[in-house]
């Protein structure tokens, strides 16, 4: 069972921002990798946590390639290597910002 205080939305989300931007991160050169491992643990962990963890999760994508992952006609052009459509690049922050 479930403690009652993760049942309080205000609560649970300080938890999602703690684990979403850990103290010293920029220090110990913690990677961002880890975190979204960790957001997506806690989304499959229950479905009390699961909306507000993939809300973290979304909110904090770089690049499109996440996104255009999900549309299933060019999930294999996404993420096939041997696929002869694979763009020679996806443009991620840096290239849209320009």
């Given at each position: 069972?479930?403690?009652?205080?993760?049942?309080v939305?205000?609560?649970l989300?300080q938890?999602?921002?703690?684990l979403?931007q850990?103290?010293g991160?920029?220090?110990?050169g913690?990677?961002?990798?880890?975190?979204?491992k960790?957001?997506?643990s806690?989304?499959?962990t229950?479905?009390?946590f699961?909306?507000l963890a993939m809300?973290?999760?979304?909110s904090n994508?770089?690049?499109l390639?996440?996104?255009l992952g999900?549309?299933?006609r060019?999930h294999s052009?996404?993420?096939?290597?041997k696929?002869?459509?694979?763009?020679s690049?996806?443009p991620g922050?840096?290239?849209l910002?320009h």
């Amino acid at each position: 069972m479930m403690h009652r205080a993760l049942l309080v939305s205000e609560i649970l989300v300080q938890i999602l921002i703690n684990l979403s931007q850990p103290p010293g991160s920029e220090v110990f050169g913690w990677p961002q990798s880890s975190t979204h491992k960790s957001l997506a643990s806690l989304a499959l962990t229950c479905t009390t946590f699961h909306e507000l963890a993939m809300d973290f999760l979304w909110s904090n994508m770089h690049g499109l390639r996440p996104l255009l992952g999900c549309v299933a006609r060019l999930h294999s052009v996404i993420y096939d290597p041997k696929s002869k459509s694979v763009p020679s690049s996806i443009p991620g922050p840096s290239t849209l910002a320009h």
